[in-house]
Structures are given as C-alpha cells and as structure tokens.
Antibody, heavy 119, light 110 residues
Framework: EVQLVESGGGLVQPGRSLRLSCAAS????????MYWVRQAPGKGLEWVSG????????GYADSVKGRFLIFRDNARKSVYLQMNSLRVEDTALYYC????????????WGQGALVTVSS | QSALTQPPSASGSPGQSVTISCTGT?????????VSWYVQHPGKAPKLVIY???ERPSGVPDRFSGSKSGNTASLTVSGLQAEDEADYYC??????????FGSGTKVTVL
C-alpha cells in the first residue's frame, strides 16, 4: 500500500524558512517522480513543484520559483520542500504526491502538512 | 501558468449524468495527453479518478469517464450517486516540467 507521510508544517513568520519532509513507502520510490501540491484554506489545488526519480529534472510554479527548492533522498525514500522567504500567501495545506510514469502527474496523495505564514 | 478553467458548479439527480469541462490552451490540455481528474471530498485528500485523458485507475468505477477535444478535456460521471457529491479538479502537464490544475468544480447531487 502506497503511503506518503508529510511532516514539518507549522506557524512561521513572513520572510522566514521552513522545510517540509515526505516519507514514502509501499512502492519503489527511486523509480517515480514526486510532486508537491498545495491548497490554501477554502481554495483550489495549486501545483508547486516536481522532481524526477534521479533528481535530474525539477520544475517549479512561477509563484514559488527562486524561493522554494525541491530535493529527494532515494536512500531514505523521502522528498523535501525547502521553503524560503515565505509569504502570507504561501499559507496552505501542502500535499506530497507520487507521480505516475514519467511526468504523468500525481496519482497517490498524502494527507498534507499545514503551513501557516503569519506575523 | 494560468489555472485551467472549470465551471464553478455542476449538478444532477441520482442516476443522471454530469459532465465537467476543463479548458486550457494548446500549451497544456491541447498539447499533451497528460490530463488527469481528481475528486476531493470535504476534509480529505484528492483521489485520482482519470489519468492520461481517458484511463481509469484500478478500483475506480466505470461510471467515471474522460475525453478531450482540442484544448478542452471533460469528465463525465454517469449514474450519479450521493457519494459523488464532491469537488472535482482537472490537471494537465504544461511542458517544461510544469503542471497546472483547474479551478475546481463543486458537484451537487440533487
């Protein structure tokens, strides 16, 4: 059974940093692209970032480019999202998702980690 | 990276069908067959119901079907059931390792 467990969320002041982690199990982690998707309170889904199996290909939404960094550790079966220069508008539930083949988009989703950016 | 356009709401009676549209551009929906659909019940994580435009994951009822014409993809839910009342989102690959989601559609079962 595919399991994705996010951690690292919390309350942070604007301009500060936070790192989210996602521990994966139940599938060959080193063979799949991983993504982060967020959902602001009461709003829709927003794709944030993705990283392929080898870390050789990454992508970022314009809204986070230059501030967020995605990386993975295949030995630890984990993917991370380093979030710098956080803004109030980054407040959201951040989902870790497993990709389908290649860059086919998310299939399995974690339960999310809540990030609140507020002074 | 603009969100794909979905109608805010759709509705149908039990047993009827409802179709949700997802309109993008030739740079996303129209350019790739990586269109997916997700259902999200209140307080829950999204669940994949359609991938690669028309494909259903194992375990998803065949009441869910997808299609695409030009820059618009569609999800049809046939034989509506009370449990289908939820938010539905489309997504598409948009090239250059970027994805985009739709604005979301709230489906109400009357």
């Amino acid at each position: 059974e595919v399991q994705l467990v996010e951690s690292g969320g919390g309350l942070v002041q604007p301009g500060r940093s936070l790192r989210l982690s996602c521990a994966a199990s139940g599938f060959p982690f080193d063979q799949f692209t991983m993504y982060w998707v967020r959902q602001a309170p009461g709003k829709g889904l927003e794709w944030v970032s993705g990283i392929n199996w080898s870390s050789g290909t990454v992508g970022y939404a314009d809204s986070v480019k230059g501030r967020f960094l995605i990386f993975r550790d295949n030995a630890r079966k984990s993917v991370y999202l380093q979030m710098n220069s956080l803004r109030v508008e980054d407040t959201a539930l951040y989902y870790c998702t497993k990709g389908r083949t290649g860059w086919g988009g998310p299939d399995y989703w974690g339960q999310g980690a809540l990030v609140t950016v507020s002074s | 990276q603009s969100a794909l356009t979905q109608p805010p709401s759709a509705s149908g009676s039990p047993g009827q069908s409802v179709t949700i549209s997802c309109t993008g551009t030739s740079s996303d929906v129209g350019g790739y067959n990586y269109v997916s659909w997700y259902v999200q019940h209140p307080g829950k994580a999204p669940k994949l119901v359609i991938y690669e435009v028309t494909e259903r994951p194992s375990g998803v009822p065949d009441r869910f079907s997808g299609s695409k014409s030009g820059n618009t993809a569609s999800l049809t839910v046939s034989g509506l059931q009370a449990e289908d009342e939820a938010d539905y989102y489309c997504s598409s690959y948009a090239g250059n390792n970027i994805f985009v989601f739709g604005s979301g559609t709230k489906v109400t079962v009357l």
